[in-house]
């Protein structure tokens, strides 16, 4: 092995490390993909990751001049296909090798950003920031998945956004608590924290179930080398969601739910038959 391509392997690694330490249920998923889109799908988690982390964690530090100069140096790293930091050098090679558009990365910045000055979103203003920081995450997947096919991509474009918007709602939901005491943040339109109720609950959960419904129809037709890996991750959020609907307003206001470690072994044998069966 080259010196280059040790740096090129060395900066996916590092990706993979990000995500393994972050998020258990979606390493489990990409180790289920097919070999060669747990690269890239590690380049894209760790990207917006440490774009994440900026903005919810380094509450000591000037967020806002992180932020912007992690903007830069994402841009700088797509223009000249290299960059020091190789969280940011395993992405550009990602966006590059699967023409990853700019506009995908631009809605994702803006959502990230939006979180350093927004403490309460409008309708308008709760649609641009679920798009930017989920949808667009799971259309940069799919580019990986589809790995240049255009008519595979157009057709599973909006399952591929629904999934992300049920991610993403479901984190909300999750995280209600937390966001609001440590970020001072409702991403939920008309919902006031310190009043939030079950009706409020019920409808944001209609919502989800429809995103949901939408999203399995293409999980149903992905190509077979990314179906596994996403249909897991669709199974341990459904199990989540049916852990919060459980549970009322009051409740999950002030409890974190989460799918155990047990459960989430169980979910993975499950749906590994279930796969195998072709009964998703």
């Not at 690694?13 to 890239?40: D, M, N, Q």
């Not at 149903?220 to 596994?228: G, V």
């Not at 996403?230 to 009051?250: H, M, N």
Request: with cysteine.
């Amino acid at each position: 092995m080259d010196h280059l391509a040790l740096y090129h392997n060395t900066c996916g690694e590092c990706s993979k490390l990000i995500t393994k330490r972050y998020s258990t249920s979606f390493s489990l998923g990409i180790r289920v993909f097919h070999k060669r889109l747990r690269a890239p799908i590690y380049a894209i988690y760790g990207f917006v990751r440490f774009a994440d982390e900026i903005v919810d964690t380094f509450h000591n530090y000037d967020k806002s001049s992180l932020f912007e100069r992690f903007k830069k140096d994402t841009y700088q790293a797509i223009d000249e296909k290299i960059s020091l930091n190789p969280v940011l050098h395993a992405f550009q090679q990602t966006v590059h090798q699967y023409n990853i558009e700019r506009a995908l990365i631009d809605a994702f910045l803006q959502s990230m950003e939006m979180d350093l000055y927004n403490e309460t979103y409008d309708d308008r203003g709760y649609e641009t920031y679920i798009y930017g920081s989920a949808e667009v995450v799971g259309l940069m997947c799919l580019r990986v998945f589809v790995d240049g096919n255009e008519e595979a991509y157009q057709k599973l474009r909006e399952p591929a956004r629904k999934l992300g918007a049920a991610f993403q709602k479901i984190n909300f939901l999750r995280d209600i608590k937390s966001d609001f005491d440590d970020r001072g943040r409702i991403y939920f339109p008309g919902v006031n924290f310190q009043h939030f109720n079950n009706e409020q609950k019920r409808q944001i959960e209609r919502d989800i179930k429809a995103d949901f419904d939408a999203a399995l129809e293409g999980i149903r037709i992905l190509p077979e080398s990314a179906r596994f890996g996403v249909y897991l991750a669709y199974k341990y959020y459904i199990q989540l969601f049916a852990k919060i609907r459980r549970a009322s307003a009051q409740h999950i206001a002030k409890e974190r739910f989460r799918v155990s470690d047990k459960r989430k072994i169980y979910l993975l044998f499950s749906s590994a038959l279930r796969h195998r069966l072709n009964f998703l």
